[in-house]
Each structure stands twice: as structure tokens, then as C-alpha cells.
């Protein structure tokens, strides 16, 4: 149980055009979900944290307007990269938190490995 | 704010051995501390957690201890193998702030043959 999924698991983009990652929990009802970036050799830094129905929270330096997420339901939450640039090049990676009843523990969907050319 | 310093950032060991990483938290609110398993390109996976009411966990191999009044907590791998080796993240929950992990710098740690 607790299975995150992760769609797509690789993107190509050219830059200034906008990319939609989703994250589902699979068989669990997700009421906060997490968005983090990973830069190579670096370690995973928090983005944001949605809850469903809700605008999401924004960590320090994060643009918003950069990266919307939506968390429409309880079972799905989308990251997009509007207008990319090189520098968004990263693998972005969600975690789901909810109903499981496992308390604190957050699941991690398998990551998205984004390029911007 | 809200930090977590983890040490060291690599560590290597010869198989059969232990090795011990550490990490310490800024949040005395903090009550949630799991470590987590990365292969490269691949998500964390979760191999110990702790909560703040327990002053150690063992699983096997896997041992972890938390000390609330220095702030710090430990991942203990004993007779290391060479499939141990990954990058190690330790994590804090900031509970008052919706559950957020706030994620150690990482540890490499190779284990030898």
C-alpha cells in the first residue's frame, strides 16, 4: 500500500514552453502533497505544499507564478513549469501524505527527470 | 529557520564495517525524523524513522538515535555490505508547519569490498 506515481518519468522540452508533471497517490487519499527539486549531487530541496482544495504553499525564493500546482482532488496534484529555461533542468519529485495511516510518513512518487534544451 | 546539517558528506568503509552519519536540527518543535536510501535516479526510500518520544529504533542492520536536548540524531549501519552503498538523506518534520521535510545535505557512502 501507500504507492505514489509519477507521470511523465522524463521530459524534453525546448525553452519558454511549459511542462505539466502530475503526482497521484494510488490507493491512499492524499490530503497534503509536496513538490521538491534535486539538482545533481545535491540534496532534496522543498518547493511547495498543496492541500487539496487549497492554494499552495511556497518556500522562500520559489516563484509561484513559475511553478503553478494545482491539488484538485485527493488523489492528484500537478506541478507546471511555465515558460523553461535551462536552468529549471532538474528532476522534480513528489510525496504524498495522507490517509494511510501511517501518520507523519510522507510517500515518494519515482521522481520526473525534466531537460530543458 | 528551519535546518538540518548532516555529517559527512562522504563516507567510505570497508565491507563488514559500521558507519555512522549524523545530523542535527535547528526546530525544537521537530518530532518526526526518517532516513531515507537514494540510488542515483531514483526516488528516496525510506529505511528508519524516529519519533520524538523514542530515544532509539533498531531494524536489523539499521539503528537510529535521537537526542532532544542536543538536538541531534544518528543512522547506525552495522557489517556494512556493498549494496548499502547510496546517498543517505536525514530529514526533520517541522510539524507546526503542515509536516514539511527539511531534508540533511546528503551523505555518499561507499562501502568496499
Known amino acids: 500500500g501507500a504507492v505514489v506515481s509519477q507521470h511523465p518519468s522524463r521530459v524534453i522540452c525546448k525553452s519558454g514552453t511549459s511542462v505539466k508533471i502530475e503526482c497521484r497517490s494510488l490507493?491512499?487519499?492524499?490530503?497534503?502533497m509536496f513538490w521538491y527539486r534535486q539538482f545533481p549531487k545535491q540534496s532534496l530541496m522543498l518547493m511547495a505544499t498543496s492541500n487539496e482544495g487549497s492554494k499552495a504553499t511556497y518556500e522562500q525564493g520559489v516563484e509561484k507564478d513559475k511553478f503553478l500546482i494545482n491539488h484538485a482532488s485527493l488523489t492528484l496534484s500537478t506541478l507546471t513549469v511555465t515558460s523553461a529555461h535551462p536552468e529549471d533542468s532538474s528532476f522534480y519529485i513528489c510525496s504524498a501524505r495522507g490517509t494511510s495511516g501511517r501518520g507523519n510518513e510522507q510517500f515518494f512518487g519515482p521522481g520526473t527527470r525534466l531537460t530543458v534544451l | 529557520g528551519e535546518n538540518v546539517e548532516q555529517h559527512p558528506s562522504t563516507l567510505s568503509v570497508q565491507e563488514g564495517d559500521s558507519a555512522v552519519i549524523k545530523c542535527t536540527y535547528s526546530?525544537?518543535?521537530?518530532?518526526?525524523f526518517p532516513w531515507y536510501k537514494q540510488e542515483l535516479g531514483k526516488r528516496p526510500q525510506l529505511i528508519i524513522d524516529i519519533r520524538s518520544n523514542v530515544g532509539e529504533k533498531k531494524d536489523q542492520r539499521i539503528a537510529v538515535t535521537l537526542n532532544k536536548t542536543a538536538k541531534h540524531f544518528s543512522l547506525h549501519i552495522t557489517e556494512t555490505q556493498p549494496e548499502d552503498s547510496a546517498v543517505y538523506f536525514c530529514a526533520a518534520t517541522y510539524y507546526n508547519q503542515g509536516g514539511k521535510l527539511i531534508f540533511g545535505q546528503g551523505t555518499e557512502l561507499s562501502v568496499k569490498p
Open positions: 490507493d491512499f487519499q492524499a490530503t497534503t
Open positions: 526546530d525544537s518543535a521537530s518530532n518526526y
